[in-house]
T-cell receptor
Framework: DGGITQSPKYLFRKEGQNVTLSCEQN?????MYWYRQDPGQGLRLIYY???????QKGDIAEGYSVSREKKESFPLTVTSAQKNPTAFYLC??????????????FGDGTRLSIL | GQNIDQPTEMTATEGAIVQINCTYQ??????LFWYQQHAGEAPTFLSY????GLEEKGRFSSFLSRSKGYSYLLLKELQMKDSASYLC????????????FGGGTRVLVKP
C-alpha cells in the first residue's frame, strides 16, 4: 500500500546531540513537508521541499536541517542548536508543490524527547 | 501574517450536531482544508473548499465564504469516535502548496 513512513516512532536525545528523523513516501509525490506540533497546539512548518534537490525554510527552521536527494526521502535533522526540541514531528507529502489545492497526506509522526 | 483562528475546545453530546468555525485572512487566499487528528496520531484529510458554499460528505460538511474569510466544519449525528482535534488550514496562492494551520479545535463527545 502507498503511504508515508516515519521512523522511529519514539526518539530520545541527549543534550548536545544531533538526531535525524526519517521520512519515506512511496506515493510518487513531488512535495514533502516537516511540521512540529507541541501539546495542544496546531502544526508549525519547519521545512518543505516542492521538488527533489530543492527545499525552503518554513516558519521555524532555526536549529533544523533537511536534505532532499531522492524523491522518496526527506530526512529532518534536529541539531543541538534547537533549544527546545521536545515535540511531535510530522512529515507530510502532496502530489505537487506548486499548486495550493493539493491535500497533504501525513505520516504517523515521531515523538522526540530530551533525556 | 496569515492568522487562522478557530476555537480551542468544544463539547457536545452523542447524536448532536457541532459546528466548528474558522476565520482566515482573505488576501491571496486560494482554498481551505479541514483535517481530523486523534490524540497522538497523524492528521487525516477531511475536506477541501475552494468555492463558496457547502460541501457535504456523509455526516461531515464544510462551508466556505470567500468574501467573509470564514469557514465551518459541521459534524452531524456525533459519535464517540468523533472526539478528536479538527484542524483548519488555508492555502495561499503565493505560497505554492504551503499551508497555514490553525491551532486546532478539540471536540469532546459525551455520552
Amino acid at each position: 500500500d502507498g503511504g508515508i513512513t516515519q521512523s522511529p516512532k519514539y526518539l530520545f536525545r541527549k543534550e548536545g546531540q544531533n538526531v535525524t528523523l526519517s521520512c519515506e513516501q512511496n506515493l510518487n509525490h513531488d512535495a514533502m513537508y516537516w511540521y512540529r506540533q507541541d501539546p495542544g497546539q496546531g502544526l508549525r512548518l519547519i521545512y518543505y521541499s516542492q521538488i527533489v534537490n530543492d527545499f525552503q525554510k518554513g516558519d521555524i527552521a532555526e536549529g533544523y536541517s533537511v536534505s532532499r536527494e531522492k524523491k522518496e526521502s526527506f530526512p529532518l535533522t534536529v541539531t543541538s542548536a534547537q533549544k527546545n526540541p521536545t515535540a511531535f514531528y510530522l512529515c507530510a507529502s502532496s502530489m505537487r508543490g506548486d499548486l495550493s489545492n493539493q491535500p497533504q497526506h501525513f505520516g504517523d509522526g515521531t515523538r522526540l524527547s530530551i533525556l | 501574517g496569515q492568522n487562522i483562528d478557530q476555537p480551542t475546545e468544544m463539547t457536545a453530546t452523542e447524536g448532536a450536531i457541532v459546528q466548528i468555525n474558522c476565520t482566515y485572512q482573505t488576501s491571496g487566499f486560494n482554498g481551505l482544508f479541514w483535517y481530523q487528528q486523534h490524540a497522538g496520531e497523524a492528521p487525516t484529510f477531511l475536506s477541501y473548499n475552494v468555492l463558496d458554499g457547502l460541501e457535504e460528505k456523509g455526516r461531515f460538511s464544510s462551508f466556505l465564504s470567500r468574501s467573509k474569510g470564514y469557514s465551518y466544519l459541521l459534524l452531524k449525528e456525533l459519535q464517540m469516535k468523533d472526539s478528536a482535534s479538527y484542524l483548519c488550514a488555508a492555502g495561499y496562492k503565493a505560497a505554492g502548496n504551503k499551508l497555514t494551520f490553525g491551532g486546532g479545535t478539540r471536540v469532546l463527545v459525551k455520552p
